[in-house]
């Protein structure tokens, strides 16, 4: 009897082991797929204008303002969770996939190759979304004015997203952007900050939101 005892306590235990094992496989697995599962199991919000899912693209941008690195090193949970829902190492430079992720978070699946993603010149190489660009002749818009959330190309290789409604970069001197992977020009810990751009220090200026939206079908709007 007492062997009989012993041999359902080892099948009990060998379910038990398996079970925990099964388990602790699931839990390993899901911090590569949380990111990308919750987005898409997700529905993305629906939207009564343009001017409303620009808004709702900078207020996702606007919940990290403030957010900063541990040790300068793109180092902190909340940039791995942005790296890693587009695949990137989760240390990678972030300006351009944290852009590319308060997008893709209300819907708006910005037409970028994976590999490009992380790439800040990707999303200024399209000559149909570009509707500013400065060149030897000097500043020069080429297409509508900009507006809320258009990405802003500053400096060797960084984006930002313009943070107000409207926009002359012929007439204003300056434009409020809001930014990742920058020290807010404040020489303090890199993050997410608010900053003034000097319209001198503007390279190019592209308009994703708006063929986005006027793509959309009658039916979804």
Known sequence: MATIHHHHYSLFGLIVLSGLIAFGQTVT???KQKPARAVSEKRPPVFQSEAQLRQAVFDSAATFVGKTERTNQNDADWITAINRFSKLPSRAHYCASAFYYVHAINGVKLPIGAAGVGMVRTYFSQAKTLIYKRNRRGN?????????????????????????DRYDPEEED????????????????????INFRRTAEIKAIANWIGPYWNSLKPATL
């Open 29 to 31: 697995a899901q911090p």
């Open 140 to 164: 020069q818009r080429i297409g509508p004015k900009p507006g809320r959330m258009d990405a802003v190309s500053l400096f060797a290789s960084h984006i930002e997203g313009i943070a107000q």
């Open 174 to 193: 300056r434009v409020r952007c809001i930014g990742f992977n920058t020290t807010g020009g404040k020489g303090t810990k890199g993050g997410c900050y």
